[in-house]
């Protein structure tokens, strides 16, 4: 069975054929490093780490390059940089900022599960290749220099009698449409008022690097650049995939498509344009101000990095998701009981019924019925393979059952002294003894099971 994609441009799922197979490659948009990440973040980094996986599967994991960004240049950043360290120079308090916030980052992806990508370029490191493309196209006729900023045309690029796509064909959109219900207030020195920024003449004190050919004073790049320069230097000018929440397709893709195309004289950057749906939390929308925002740093003082992944892949990635404590309680049930039956087992092949619905489209929803469907069969050993290639099983089992009693915040040697005690009492047949610290064991919110073997416990959520 081919691996079938849905491609946002053309709409529809299309079978996945790489430019090349020994050299599979992938970019997705990722964090503006200046706060925590939320929940809605972690859908993307999820959502791709399931089809890098997916990919390696099928190509040899030698063979696929997936490109993840960091931006660490941005007006948030430097708001963040001046409001915490208000006595430091703005550059140095912008690289705390950006460090500190990139650490916290990497911490909570990798509980999420998450391999790192192969490459995770900085913007600030590839201001060299903006500062090219953006005279590439200035001297096509695509880009022009007003005021020290230099804006992108899209009227320009769809003058032009060429191969390029039509500007505002990723995001189904007529340009002719958004020169019409443009703002009627925009900057003076732009020529159109669909017209993007890609280099702007920095502030006092805020970072700069020398601006392109033509422009004296120094710069900063434009956020849509930074991503054509990045995928440039490390997947070429075209490659096979591009991901990101659904929010980038306009103006972000759309425009990053426009200065690609238009530098490399191409029709195409990527041949598969991928977009998650958004998340929302409890039936609301997800914001700072309706006190519902969660970053993925609160939820692991909770939950487990893996039950944050499983809850995440319940719902298929185009779909918008519904966050909820409910869904999480389940999700924290299905992985016990799988972490009992699968985490300790030798391993043996992922199973088909598993590989297919991920085949279609990325389709969890139905690989996670699958994953029910082998553990109804008492297949531990294919459940274990298939859990593990979708990024699950990273503990033992003794170390998962462990955690959650330390999350639970019960004392292990308190509740075994309680269950000999017990058991003491049982072989001198005191029972109202025995009930009693039974009841006793519950009220901690610890359940005890006896079998022939003795009696062990678990934590009942
Ligand atoms: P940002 O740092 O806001 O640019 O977001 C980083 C990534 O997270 C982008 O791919 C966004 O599309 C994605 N994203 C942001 N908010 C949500 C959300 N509520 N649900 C799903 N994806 C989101
Ligand atoms: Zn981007």
């Given at each position: 069975m081919d691996l079938r994609l849905h491609d946002t441009l053309t709409r529809e799922k299309r079978t996945f054929v790489p430019l090349d197979p020994k050299n599979v490659r992938m970019y997705v948009c990722g964090p503006t490093v200046y706060d925590f990440a939320h929940i809605g973040n972690a859908r993307p980094v999820i959502v791709f780490d399931v089809l890098f996986r997916l990919l390696r599967h099928l190509y040899g994991e030698a063979h696929v390059k997936y490109v993840r960004n960091i931006t660490d240049v941005d007006d948030k950043i430097n708001d963040r940089a001046a409001r915490d360290f208000?006595?430091?120079?703005l550059n140095e308090a912008i690289g705390k900022v950006t460090e500190e916030t990139g650490r916290q980052f990497h911490a909570d992806v990798d509980a999420l599960g998450a391999l790192r990508p192969s490459v995770e370029p900085r913007a600030t490191e590839h201001i060299g290749e903006m500062r090219e493309i953006i005279e590439k196209l200035i001297a096509g006729g695509f880009a022009y220099v007003a005021e020290d900023h230099v804006l992108f045309s899209p009227q320009a690029m769809n003058a032009a009698n060429s191969e390029l796509p039509r500007y505002g064909a990723l995001s189904n959109r007529s340009l002719d449409e958004m020169v019409a219900g443009a703002r009627v207030d925009v900057a003076p020195y732009k020529r159109g008022n669909t017209d993007f920024v890609l280099w702007k003449p920095s502030k006092p004190g805020e970072p700069s690097w020398p601006s392109p050919a033509g422009i004296k004073a120094e710069g900063r790049p434009g956020w849509h650049i930074e991503c054509s320069a990045m995928a440039w230097k490390h997947l070429g000018t075209h490659f096979d995939i591009h991901g990101g929440g659904i929010d980038l397709v306009f103006p972000h893709h759309e425009n990053e498509v426009a200065q690609s195309c238009c530098a490399f004289h191409q029709s195409r950057m990527a041949n598969y344009w991928m977009h998650n749906g958004f998340l929302q939390v409890e039936s609301e929308k997800m914001s700072k101000s309706l006190g519902n925002f969660i970053t993925i740093r609160d939820l692991l003082a909770d939950w487990p990095g893996e039950v944050l992944r499983l809850n995440m892949l319940k719902t298929h990635y185009r779909s918008p998701i519904d966050w909820t404590l409910k869904s999480l309680e389940e999700s924290g049930k299905t992985l016990d009981d799988w972490y009992r039956v699968a985490a300790d087992v030798p391993p043996g092949k992922p199973a088909t019924s598993v590989i297919e619905p991920l085949l279609d489209d990325l389709n969890t929803p139905q690989t996670i019925a699958a994953l029910h469907g082998l553990r109804n069969a008492s297949d531990a050993a294919g459940l274990t393979a298939s859990l593990r290639l979708l990024?699950?099983?990273?503990?033992?089992a003794a170390q998962w059952e462990g955690r959650k009693r330390q999350a639970s915040g019960v004392d292990a040697s308190e509740i075994d002294r309680l269950i000999s005690e017990r058991t003491a009492a049982r072989a001198r047949k005191d029972f109202k003894e025995s009930d009693r610290i039974r009841d006793q064991l519950a009220a901690m919110g610890v359940a005890i099971k006896d079998s022939k073997e003795g009696t062990t416990w678990e934590i009942a959520r």
């Amino acid at each position: 069975m081919d691996l079938r994609l849905h491609d946002t441009l053309t709409r529809e799922k299309r079978t996945f054929v790489p430019l090349d197979p020994k050299n599979v490659r992938m970019y997705v948009c990722g964090p503006t490093v200046y706060d925590f990440a939320h929940i809605g973040n972690a859908r993307p980094v999820i959502v791709f780490d399931v089809l890098f996986r997916l990919l390696r599967h099928l190509y040899g994991e030698a063979h696929v390059k997936y490109v993840r960004n960091i931006t660490d240049v941005d007006d948030k950043i430097n708001d963040r940089a001046a409001r915490d360290f208000p006595g430091l120079p703005l550059n140095e308090a912008i690289g705390k900022v950006t460090e500190e916030t990139g650490r916290q980052f990497h911490a909570d992806v990798d509980a999420l599960g998450a391999l790192r990508p192969s490459v995770e370029p900085r913007a600030t490191e590839h201001i060299g290749e903006m500062r090219e493309i953006i005279e590439k196209l200035i001297a096509g006729g695509f880009a022009y220099v007003a005021e020290d900023h230099v804006l992108f045309s899209p009227q320009a690029m769809n003058a032009a009698n060429s191969e390029l796509p039509r500007y505002g064909a990723l995001s189904n959109r007529s340009l002719d449409e958004m020169v019409a219900g443009a703002r009627v207030d925009v900057a003076p020195y732009k020529r159109g008022n669909t017209d993007f920024v890609l280099w702007k003449p920095s502030k006092p004190g805020e970072p700069s690097w020398p601006s392109p050919a033509g422009i004296k004073a120094e710069g900063r790049p434009g956020w849509h650049i930074e991503c054509s320069a990045m995928a440039w230097k490390h997947l070429g000018t075209h490659f096979d995939i591009h991901g990101g929440g659904i929010d980038l397709v306009f103006p972000h893709h759309e425009n990053e498509v426009a200065q690609s195309c238009c530098a490399f004289h191409q029709s195409r950057m990527a041949n598969y344009w991928m977009h998650n749906g958004f998340l929302q939390v409890e039936s609301e929308k997800m914001s700072k101000s309706l006190g519902n925002f969660i970053t993925i740093r609160d939820l692991l003082a909770d939950w487990p990095g893996e039950v944050l992944r499983l809850n995440m892949l319940k719902t298929h990635y185009r779909s918008p998701i519904d966050w909820t404590l409910k869904s999480l309680e389940e999700s924290g049930k299905t992985l016990d009981d799988w972490y009992r039956v699968a985490a300790d087992v030798p391993p043996g092949k992922p199973a088909t019924s598993v590989i297919e619905p991920l085949l279609d489209d990325l389709n969890t929803p139905q690989t996670i019925a699958a994953l029910h469907g082998l553990r109804n069969a008492s297949d531990a050993a294919g459940l274990t393979a298939s859990l593990r290639l979708l990024g699950f099983l990273s503990e033992t089992a003794a170390q998962w059952e462990g955690r959650k009693r330390q999350a639970s915040g019960v004392d292990a040697s308190e509740i075994d002294r309680l269950i000999s005690e017990r058991t003491a009492a049982r072989a001198r047949k005191d029972f109202k003894e025995s009930d009693r610290i039974r009841d006793q064991l519950a009220a901690m919110g610890v359940a005890i099971k006896d079998s022939k073997e003795g009696t062990t416990w678990e934590i009942a959520r």
